[in-house]
T-cell receptor
Framework: DAKTTQPNSMESNEEEPVHLPCNHSTISGTDYIHWYRQLPSQGPEYVIHGLTSNVNNRMASLAIAEDRKSSTLILHRATLRDAAVYYCILSLYNQGGKLIFGQGTELSVKP | EPEVTQTPSHQVTQMGQEVILRCVPISNHLYFYWYRQILGQKVEFLVSFYNNEISEKSEIFDDQFSVERPDGSNFTLKIRSTKLEDSAMYFC?????????????FGPGTRLTVL
């Protein structure tokens, strides 16, 4: 299974931007980069995904390195409700939808 | 907004008993999944299901586990003879398709406690 590496934890202050890094040096050309998050006591929740170009949606932005070996999830203004575990997951072309979760990054947001 | 629902939210059972965890996926979704998360550990894939068949299963999904779509709306996970180590949160998810760009929508989970 394709592997991603994320820091175990990060801290942010409320209303400041947060950059959550992910390394995926073994990514192949057809693998999509997905981010999910898991709020306390809830199921995982989709955040964003991309292939090569940077992506924006109402929740976040995804910046993908030119060589695609790393990516960064950007929360433009962290709120207390953004405190969660954030997972960077590679979605393989022939994986049949199976998501392989790593340990993720636990983001804490201070008021 | 449509959502995946799961019942019960918490199930307590004795070791060796059978349990059935229920899920109602989003109505136009065709692919269904079960994941589990042991307390303090990562989310683990158990099984994917499409067209009334298992598409893929993990090593965890052994003979004591089974899945079924008994009608047009429910998707169930049965554990035949529960063990202490089956205690975990079980999450159901669904998606329209199962390609690399498809989003999975997760339910809130069922906490299974095996005594």
């Amino acid at each position: 299974d394709a592997k991603t590496t994320q820091p175990n934890s990060m801290e942010s202050n409320e209303e400041e931007p947060v950059h959550l890094p992910c390394n995926h040096s073994t990514i192949s050309g057809t693998d999509y980069i997905h981010w999910y998050r898991q709020l306390p006591s809830q199921g995982p929740e989709y955040v964003i995904h991309g292939l090569t170009s940077n992506v924006n949606n109402r929740m976040a932005s995804l910046a993908i390195a030119e060589d695609r070996k790393s990516s960064t999830l950007i929360l433009h203004r962290a709120t207390l409700r953004d405190a969660a575990v954030y997972y960077c997951i590679l979605s393989l072309y022939n994986q049949g939808g199976k998501l392989i979760f790593g340990q993720g990054t636990e983001l804490s947001v201070k008021p | 907004e449509p959502e995946v629902t799961q019942t019960p939210s918490h199930q307590v059972t004795q070791m060796g008993q059978e349990v059935i965890l229920r899920c109602v996926p989003i109505s136009n979704h065709l692919y269904f999944y079960w994941y589990r998360q042991i307390l303090g550990q990562k989310v683990e894939f158990l099984v994917s299901f499409y067209n009334n068949e298992i598409s893929e299963k993990s090593e965890i999904f052994d003979d004591q586990f089974s899945v079924e779509r008994p009608d047009g709306s429910n998707f169930t996970l049965k554990i035949r003879s529960t063990k202490l180590e089956d205690s975990a949160m079980y999450f159901c998810a669904s998606s329209v398709e199962a390609g690399p760009t498809d989003t999975q929508y997760f339910g809130p989970g069922t906490r299974l406690t095996v005594l």
